[in-house]
């Protein structure tokens, strides 16, 4: 089934299901660069249904690996379309769909980041390429910038995201490769995007782990819609074709 049909499957059962009688909870896995705006998505499809939203963050490996486990996820927003896609070969999730598109940027509190900074810059943190989609980027930008090898700067890794801009945001380090969500908040400070071409797409994916809970197939198909795409958008992300 094509990812296109998938979606008007989701967004069908999503408007077959006002009944307040159907009201239920999803427990949504959300990865951690993703978390705040999850919040605000939440807050607004709570607002339009009946249904309830509870919400874990966590680096997008790590809670693949909790979904595999048997944690009791009903949806999963990743960042990246590789686990997702595992998770529906594994016959684990169905549905799978691109909800957001990232950037990644050099960032710092206090000082003024560029394309030079990141040539020149010894100390940066990321989140661990091993577990974050946005440190996978970041080690792809840096080999761009041919900063690998003896060039490459001292990395500080965070277990995701969200940990890499906190190592930045107390001072620790003056320079991250983040998210550009980082700027949406209130966490102030400057921030160069890395162009485009410097890094592979960063295509952040959701998947339904459980198509018997009502409000998880209505938050996915909420999530396709105008009015989130809208939502993302102010969070520093794209989003795809609707």
Not at 35 to 49: D, H, M, N, P, Y
Not at 56 to 65: A, M
Not at 147 to 157: F, N, Y
Not at 222 to 230: D, I, V
Request: glycine share 8%; aromatic share 6%.
């Amino acid at each position: 089934m094509s990812r296109t049909w998938r979606m008007r499957v989701i967004v069908a059962l999503g408007m077959a299901l006002p009944c307040p009688a159907l009201a239920d909870t999803a427990l949504v896995a959300v990865a951690t660069n993703f978390a705040v705006i999850a919040e605000k998505l939440t807050q607004a499809f709570e607002a339009a249904s009946e249904h309830e939203v509870r919400l874990v963050s966590g680096s997008t490996g790590k809670l693949y690996t909790q979904i595999v486990r048997g944690a009791p996820f009903d949806v999963f927003l990743a960042a990246d379309q590789a686990r997702p896609a595992r998770l529906i070969d594994e016959g684990k999730a169905s549905a799978q769909m691109t909800y957001a598109v990232g950037r990644l940027v050099l960032w710092s509190k206090n000082s003024t980041p560029s394309e030079a900074v990141l040539q020149d810059v010894e100390r940066l943190a990321i989140a661990n390429p091993a577990l974050a989609p946005y440190g996978v980027a970041a080690m792809e930008a840096l080999a761009h910038y041919g900063r690998e090898g003896e060039d490459a700067p001292a990395l500080v890794m965070g277990e995701n995201a969200g940990q890499a801009v906190a190592m930045v945001a107390t001072g620790n380090v003056a320079f991250g490769l983040v998210p550009l969500s980082v700027m949406a908040g209130d966490m102030g400070g400057t921030a160069w995007t890395v162009p485009k071409e410097a890094h592979g797409a960063i295509r952040q994916d959701a998947v339904l782990l459980d198509d018997e809970n009502v409000a998880a197939v209505a938050f996915l198909a909420f999530l396709g819609s105008e009015a989130a795409g809208e939502i993302i958008e102010t969070g520093g992300y794209e989003v795809s074709e609707r």
